[in-house]
């Protein structure tokens, strides 16, 4: 039975042999072709855990008006304007504006000066494209690529090995075990199969190899990697605290006692 590409079952690498892996990913020991591989990436997507959504920029300037204390200032400039005090309008708005541009400003400018890093550090990796080896970036390997993988790499995705030597990784960041674990490209045992929690044929994104050397088929790329799915998790935005829905509730308050307490002075 075909495995799809497009819809990993990650179980069933594990446990098939490495020959039915290659197959059902559609792929060979010399791994894709370069117009398959740039085929694949448009169709499933970049190697990345998650893409953090970026508003407009009018959207994200917008959004600082939800500070409690901005639409206090705001809503007291307006009353200002409605009783014609325009020397208490000019003062506010003259507080409060240049604020919110320069907080604007800075974090636009950091989340620029932070895309610029993280292309400079970007991970890459040596993969087999037409049976040559050739370095591409992390984020553009996909399910069938064959990595090549030497001590002191990074392993970019969740891979089933096909050739290893020596191999070992630390796979802490999944797993918490502070010893390295020993991997090798081999078939499963049957009682081995059952369990696929930590399969020894097998590694995954977030870990590094200390020792060995070893060639591995992708099989898992970004959201749907171990890691991916655990990130996914965690990046959920968590219920509101107490303490936050208690300070939100009076920093309106205060709001509508400032309101308030200027309609009573000036009417």
Request: a negative charge.
């Amino acid at each position: 039975m075909r495995m799809r590409v497009e819809k990993q079952e990650t179980a069933d690498f594990w446990s098939s042999p490495a020959a039915a892996v290659l197959e059902g990913l559609g792929t060979h020991a010399e791994g894709l072709s370069g117009p398959e591989a740039e085929a694949r990436l448009v169709r499933l997507g970049p190697n990345r855990i998650a893409d953090q959504p970026r508003r407009r920029l009018l959207l994200n300037f917008l959004a600082r008006f939800r500070n409690p204390l901005i639409l206090m200032l705001l809503a007291a400039a307006a009353v200002s304007a409605a009783t014609n005090d325009p020397k208490s309008f000019v003062i506010i708005t003259t507080i409060v504006l240049p604020s919110v541009i320069l907080d604007f400003v800075q974090e636009h400018r950091a989340e620029i000066a932070a895309d610029k890093l993280r292309e400079r550090v970007a991970l890459r990796v040596s993969v087999l494209r037409d049976g040559a080896v050739c370095d591409v970036a992390a984020v553009e390997i996909v399910p069938g690529d064959i990595v090549i993988l030497a001590a002191g790499d990074l392993v970019p995705a969740d891979c089933r090995l096909v050739e290893s030597k020596d191999l070992f990784v630390n796979e802490a960041l999944l797993t918490g075990e502070a010893y390295p674990a020993e991997k090798q490209a081999r078939d499963l045992t049957t009682d081995e199969a059952h369990d696929v929690a930590a399969p020894p044929n097998a590694v995954f994104m977030g870990s590094s190899v200390l020792s060995g050397t070893a060639r591995a088929v992708v099989v898992a790329t970004g959201r749907d990697t171990r890691l991916g799915g655990i990130a996914g998790v965690l990046a959920s935005a968590p219920p509101p605290t107490a303490f936050a829905v208690g300070i939100k509730d009076f920093g309106m308050l205060i709001v509508r006692l400032t309101v308030s307490w200027s309609f009573s002075c000036y009417s």
